[in-house]
Structures are given as C-alpha cells and as structure tokens.
C-alpha cells in the first residue's frame, strides 16, 4: 500500500473512486426489466448495427442520406481503429461481475470503452447533418449508451469517459474532411 503523498496515490484514489461509483451504477440481475432496457440501450451502440445501417444508406438513399452513411460508416470505422489500439496499450481489465457477453469474449480489455468511443464519433460527426433537437437527441442517446455500459458491468465510469473523449476528438478531425 502506498502512503499519502507518493506520487501514485492520487491515482489509486482516483481508481479506488471510479470503482466505487461504477459499483453503485451498477444494475443487479433481480431488476431485470431494467437490465433489459439497460442491454437494448448498451447494445443499440453495436458497431455490426451502425455498419449495416450506413451501408443500407449508401446504396438505397439520396444524396443526403449518403452523406449520412458516409459519416457513419467512417466514424465508425475510425472510433473502432482508434480506440482499440488504445485499449491494447492500457491493457485495463473490465470489471468484475456479472457483464460477460459477446464483446467481452473477444474483447476484454476496457480502456477506453470503444461503444462510448463510438457515439461520441457520431454524434460529432452528424451533428452538422441534423437540427439541434436532432443534435440533443443523438448526444442523449450517446450518455444513455455510455451509462448502460456501466451499468451493466462491463465498463467503468472512466473508461466511457476515455471513450466519449476519444470519439469526440475523432469525430471533429473527421468533421474537417467531411
């Protein structure tokens, strides 16, 4: 244990915090509406359900919603590129619980949370393509993603703020493309 005042105790403080409030975030498995509501929230941010719906908007929409697909299917691609390296540099286990499911097989590290990463990206990305209700809406469904992930054990607090930090930062480089 390190005494107060070394230069790591700030940051086990910092971690023995984020672990506290994601525990309390946590939904336990007898609320189990609220889990499911919780897992269609978390898994409405899967990258395999935006992929398909920005390639449904290349080949059967307009111009708009091509434009749409477009940025969708490259924040999508970018997030995934970015902050997957990054988990392999942090290595932070996810935490321990009840969260297991697919990604947590093929991916178990948790730094920074790539589906927070991801709609950050996109709400980044497509702000300029919607109205500012559209905009709040999307930001909305963002955090609710973020929380779930939480929620559901499979991240902490700081690995979706990792994540929303890093899909918004994406988000606005590609923003200068686009």
Known sequence: MLRRGTPAAPLQRFVAFDRRLSARLAIPREARCLRLLALIAAHSGDSPLWLTGAVAALVWGDAAWRDFGWRVLVGTLAAGAITTPLKWLFRRQRPPGEGQGFYTRFDRHAFPSGHAGRSACLVALLAPLLPPWGT??????????????????????SDVIGGWTTGIGVGLVLGLVF
């Open 136 to 157: 709040a809406l999307l930001a909305l469904w963002a955090g609710l993603v973020g929380l779930a992930r939480v929620a559901l054990q499979v991240h902490f607090v």
